[in-house]
């Protein structure tokens, strides 16, 4: 037998297949059918990755909300949205159909134990008449008080458990309990149900390209990987910038704010990918034990770090992109006299052997001068300097950009000498982009999610202490924001700008600036 | 889209060769006059991720070619060397020129660039230009040699650019003789010296339907019928100039399939309709048929592995007059599942990229070439 041997029980069809993973048959199963991410973002995911051919024909979708629906009318919107939001914006009737014949619509109410006994019983006349082969990936796409309620009711109706052979998963949706408790609770109730490998909780961020190469970059490379610590770098910025609003959402952003929102699930996700220990393998276990490891070695945050190492703000009416715009507080759904941060910079330490003593600036929020996430690696600058510091006026430390959204890709900047007589020298840039080194589209992250979460590889999928870790970190902060109301006036910057100038006196206190990003 | 910048001539001569010190040195003027004339002030980016030469002949469309080049340096900007051929020429004649491949990167206004060596050679030249090609290629980033024509088996040129390459890309698809050159390009990589690394943008164009057929094997309810599989039929349509042969699609989809499944080749045999080859597996006797459609593009039409005695089968066709795909797994008279599906097919540009994304070795390809290999050699 040649270099590809065929393993037991592996397709020898498959071996030697350039497609890397292939995927079971399946039913996935959307709570919360009618709403927005099923329509904008799952289905067209779903029907891409059909035809993709990374989904077999075995395959099927079941649709539950609590609106009545037919089958075909739940196809049919189901068309119009992949119609509207897939890429090509069209879609041919004839292979429509065909993948329609796999989707099916039930209406029903997550408290009703009947319903899920004939969810049961569809779910099993789907596995004969399609052999889905009893696989099913349930995905809550409801309101988040649901959660432990449809988990819930799916252990009760036997449909956690996986019949031999066969496999149950759950994809649970963002945001993951509200605080640290709510989260702690959750994650009891629903491991009631369902084992911790059975749980995959969201974090879009992770099917991310870049985020994704943030491992291949750092452990595919033997020159970075020996500059990655106290000793090569001086500090890290991590910058996770909207240059939206609440967008309508104001009703749910009063409760949550940008910690909440987004820094303790996806730029803590991010920043634990920047900072963890090489993994022993790239298992999802493996993977994820370093991101939590490194995470318990941050510092936590005392009430004095609160006040001088960490800064909110809030939106004031200003501009974006040449448009006049109104303040977080004039917003939809938000209180006049708000006091929910838009925005926050957190200075995070890590007390281990690696980081030992170098800041990792963190900075997120709504309304800033443009959407761009990416972290700039800032290393120190040279231990003994040759050239005069009127050559150097113009030179920075050198910086290792890697820019997650827009325009995926890494840059190094260095210092060069300007050709000439005279000794001059200029920052440069070497620049690496996703789109002109491979020239290729880069999946959509619920793709890539998705399609991981049917092949049973959770990496990019938080784990239970990862999400309780973040809560734990971001506690402290939230509770002496709220009891310290008079320490800061809101809103307190104008939306279109970078955010408070106090956040920028945060880092230039430490003798450097946030990157222009 | 093309960059306007200088398309320069060098002076060479079949006597006194290529000049490669003013090759390279006009690609450091042609970069630096690229960057002073770009207006727009977005800068222009030299990428190198590959090496890729060209081998054409007179009879290769050179607008054509070069639209296809654009398309191909986009997902794989690097240095090209076209290497233009004319072996039938009574006058030997080198000449070279250089140019740049460059592309806009979305709204940014900035220019990606790769840069292009041309060089024309004919007549007695054709033998020494090969020693021209080595000293252009770019250090530490994969060769590729895309060998526009069938291969010239036991021919100097082809032989040197060959061991210059890590890869070489060949289509089957253009043979004018199928089934005799399939049976040669077997022979060659079985015999090369030096392990040749052989991409054919046919087996790219089978990808489609390898991933199909294999895709029912994923399915536990199926998984026990594939050792049970006793027929196949490949249905194809053989290529205009040689609608008495097999497409080599057909040939290399039955060989892929033997040789994955162990299926060992015992006999071939023609019949009115094609071949038949009849294979083992175990003591389980196999037909693969093969039915000839009416010539056209060689292709595949359908494919319908049977097992038990037609009690189960297995089918991928292309439908809509091959707009789309079918496939279907029939278990029985009540079990069917199947799906539509769109079959855009890749232009060439698309195949020659993702052959480039793949340095390694093609075991699999060469495995079923071996096995297209044994039943030509058998039926000659």
């Given at each position: 037998m040649e270099a590809t041997a065929i393993k037991e029980n592996e397709n020898p069809l498959r071996v030697g297949m350039r497609l890397e993973k292939t995927a079971d048959p399946c039913t996935v199963i959307i709570f919360g059918a009618s709403g927005d991410l099923t329509k904008r973002k799952l289905v067209p995911a779903l029907y891409r990755l059909v035809q993709q051919r990374l989904l077999p024909a075995e395959f099927a979708i079941v649709g539950l909300a609590r609106t009545e629906m037919s089958d075909d009318e739940f196809r049919r919107k189901m068309k119009e949205a992949v119609e509207q939001f897939s890429e090509t914006k069209q879609v041919d009737a004839a292979v429509w159909n065909s993948f329609a014949q796999g989707i099916y619509y039930r209406s029903t109410d997550i408290g009703s134990t009947a319903d899920f006994q004939k969810l049961g019983d569809l779910l099993n006349r789907i596995d004969r008449d399609r052999s889905t082969a009893g696989n099913r990936l349930f995905y809550?796409?409801?309101?988040?008080?649901f959660y432990a309620q449809a988990v819930e009711q799916l252990g009760r109706a036997g449909l956690t458990k996986a019949k031999p052979g066969s496999w149950v998963r759950v994809i649970i949706e963002k945001p993951f309990g509200t605080d640290l408790e709510s989260a702690r609770l959750l994650n009891s109730q629903i491991l009631q149900h369902l084992e911790e490998s059975q749980i995959y909780r969201i974090d879009h961020y992770l099917g991310k390209e870049t985020v994704q190469n943030l491992l291949a970059f750092r452990f595919a490379n033997g020159i970075f990987e020996p500059l990655w610590n106290r000793q090569y770098i001086d500090h890290v910025q991590l910058t996770n910038a909207e240059a939206v609003g609440v967008e309508g959402r104001g009703g749910y952003y009063e409760g949550a704010g940008v910690v909440r929102d987004m820094i303790q699930n996806h730029v803590f996700q991010v920043l634990s990918l920047v900072a963890m220990e090489p993994p022993a393998h790239l298992g999802a276990e493996a993977v994820r034990d370093e991101k939590i490891k490194v995470m318990t070695a941050a510092r936590e945050f005392s009430p004095e770090r609160v006040m001088a190492e960490c800064v909110r703000g809030q939106y004031g009416a200003g501009s974006s992109n040449g448009k006049p715009v109104p303040g977080y507080r004039e917003e939809e759904g938000v209180a006049p006299d708000s006091t929910t941060e838009t925005f926050a910079t957190l200075t995070m330490y890590f007390d281990n052997w690696r980081w030992a003593g170098v800041p990792f600036y963190l900075r997120s929020g709504k309304r800033l001068t443009k959407r761009v996430t990416e972290i700039a690696i800032q290393f120190r600058e040279a231990p003994h300097q040759l050239f005069g510091a009127n050559i150097m006026e113009q030179v920075m430390p050198n910086q290792l950009i890697i820019r997650i959204q827009p325009d995926e890709g890494i840059t190094l900047r260095f210092a060069a000498k300007v050709p000439g007589q005279v000794t001059q020298i200029r920052d440069v840039n070497m620049d690496f982009r996703y789109g002109s080194s491979f020239g290729v589209q880069l999946a959509e992250a619920y793709e890539r999610l998705l399609l991981d979460c049917i092949l049973g590889d959770s990496t990019l999928y938080a784990r239970k202490d990862m999400t309780e870790r973040g809560w734990e970190l971001v506690m402290p902060i939230l509770e002496q924001w709220a009891t310290d109301t008079k320490q800061v006036s809101f809103p307190n910057y104008e939306a279109g700008t970078w955010g408070p100038a106090a956040a920028n006196e945060l880092v230039e206190g430490r003798g450097t600036a946030w990157r222009r990003s | 889209m093309r960059l306007e910048t200088q398309v320069t001539e060098l002076t060479a001569s079949p006597s006194k060769g290529l000049d490669i010190l003013k090759i390279e040195k006009q690609l450091t003027s042609m970069w630096s006059d690229a960057g002073t004339a770009d207006s727009s002030h977005s800068g222009v980016t030299r990428a190198c991720t590959i090496n890729l030469i060209v081998y054409t002949t007179p009879a290769d469309d050179a607008t054509e070619l070069d639209e296809l080049l654009n398309r191909v340096t986009e997902l794989h900007p690097g240095r090209t060397l076209i290497l233009m051929v004319d072996r039938h020429a009574k006058e030997a004649k080198l000449d070279g020129y250089v140019s740049t491949r460059c592309r806009l990167l979305g709204a940014t206004g900035k220019q990606i660039c790769g840069e292009q060596v041309t060089i024309e050679a004919s007549g007695a030249t054709v033998d020494t230009v090969a020693s021209a090609v080595a000293p252009l290629l770019v250090p530490d980033v994969p060769v590729y040699l895309w060998w526009k024509d069938i291969p010239h088996y036991q021919d100097k040129l082809f032989d040197r650019l060959a061991q210059t390459a890590d890869r070489v890309v060949i289509d089957s698809s253009v043979f004018d003789h199928p089934q005799e050159d399939l049976l040669r390009l077997a022979t060659m990589i079985e015999n090369s010296r030096h392990a040749l690394q052989v991409s054919d943008l046919t087996w790219g164009r089978l990808t489609v339907w390898r991933t199909l057929l294999a895709s029912f094997w994923d399915v536990p309810d199926y998984r026990p019928l594939l050792s049970s599989i006793d027929t196949v039929d490949v249905n194809f349509a053989p290529p205009e100039s040689a609608p008495d042969e097999i497409a080599p699609k057909a040939l290399l989809l039955a060989g892929w399939l033997a040789s994955r499944l162990d299926w060992a080749l015992v006999d071939v045999k023609k019949n009115a309709s094609g071949i038949e080859f009849k294979l083992n597996c175990g003591a389980d006797p196999i037909v693969v048929a093969f039915r000839r459609g009416?010539?056209?593009?060689?292709?595949?039409?359908s494919v319908k592995l049977s097992a038990r005695g037609g009690a189960a089968s297995f089918y991928v066709g292309l439908h809509s007059a091959g707009a789309k795909l079918q496939t279907e797994a029939r278990i029985g008279a009540d079990h069917s599942v199947g799906r539509l599906l769109t079959y855009e097919r890749r232009s060439d540009a698309e195949r020659l990229s993702s052959e480039l994304a793949f340095p390694g070795r093609d075991r699999v390809y060469e495995a079923a070439l071996r096995v297209v290999g044994a039943a030509l050699r058998s039926l000659s």
């Open positions: 809550l796409s409801v309101a988040p008080r | 009416p010539a056209g593009k060689s292709s595949i039409t």
